[in-house]
């Protein structure tokens, strides 16, 4: 087990240097204009349609972007959480109060300043939106390598919490396999600037909700 463990952690690796890399040469404005085709693809998602609190993040560099797509949700009065990265990479969160409210963290982050709301409050938001590099047809996701939201996932199934979960990727990040480990856990759909991506339950792994 661990030495295909270990295979599979130089998978990821290897598999994470090659979309920052993509990611890399994009240009501001391509950032910006994926972002905002980013926003109309996650507003006009009917799995969204009656959420009252959504799970997001704020995007740096070169991520898929999420400046209009919070700002929209807020406009809509959603309540929006954003991640707080804490010490042992489990992440806290806080509301979204706008763009004003967001400070500088470590590691290029941008988080909110607001009252925290303890690790476990996102197991009560009905759409949980994740940051990810690359995403497979079974939904399993591959993150930065911190495990923060492979923590997030395995918290939502052990309360029983059923929330969207979604990845946010560029259409080129969707791809036939990516390597797997036992802690993984696979979204339910995937969102790109160009489209939506739903992955049927019938390749979800187990421990999953039903
Ligand atoms: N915009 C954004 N916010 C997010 C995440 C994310 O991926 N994107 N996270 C997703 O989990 C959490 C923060 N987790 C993180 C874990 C590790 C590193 C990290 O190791 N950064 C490198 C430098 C940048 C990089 O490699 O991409 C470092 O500090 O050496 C950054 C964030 C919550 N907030
Ligand atoms: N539920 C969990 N609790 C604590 N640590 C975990 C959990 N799930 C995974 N980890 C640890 O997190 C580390 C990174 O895992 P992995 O490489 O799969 O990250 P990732 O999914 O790419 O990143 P992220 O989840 O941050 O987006 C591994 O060492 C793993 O053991």
């Not at 925290?116 to 690359?134: E, F, I, K, N, S």
Request: charged share 25%.
């Amino acid at each position: 087990m661990s030495q295909s463990a270990s295979s599979e952690q130089r998978s990821k690796r290897e598999l994470r240097r090659g979309v920052l890399a993509v990611r890399a040469a994009l240009s501001a404005d391509d950032v910006a204009e994926s972002a905002r085709a980013l926003a109309r693809q996650v507003l006009e998602l009917p799995e969204l349609a009656g959420a009252a609190s959504v799970a997001a993040y704020v995007s740096v560099g070169t991520e898929p972007g999420t400046g209009p797509l919070l700002e929209a949700l807020r406009e809509r009065g959603v309540r929006v959480l954003l991640p707080v990265l804490l010490p042992d990479n489990d992440l806290d969160w806080a509301l979204f109060e706008g763009a004003g409210a967001l400070v500088r963290a470590g590691r290029g982050l941008l988080e909110p300043s607001g009252a925290r709301l303890g690790p476990d409050a996102v197991t009560g938001v009905d759409a949980v939106l994740l940051p990810g590099l690359a995403a497979d047809r079974r939904g399993l996701r591959l993150g930065r390598g911190a495990g923060c939201y492979d923590r997030v996932l395995a918290r939502l199934t052990a309360s029983g919490a059923g929330p969207v979960r979604a990845v946010l990727l560029y259409e080129g990040e969707l791809l036939a396999h990516v390597p797997e480990e036992e802690h993984d856990r696979p979204v339910g759909l995937a969102v790109t600037p160009r489209g939506v991506h739903r992955f049927g339950d019938v390749h979800r792994l187990g421990g999953g909700p039903a």
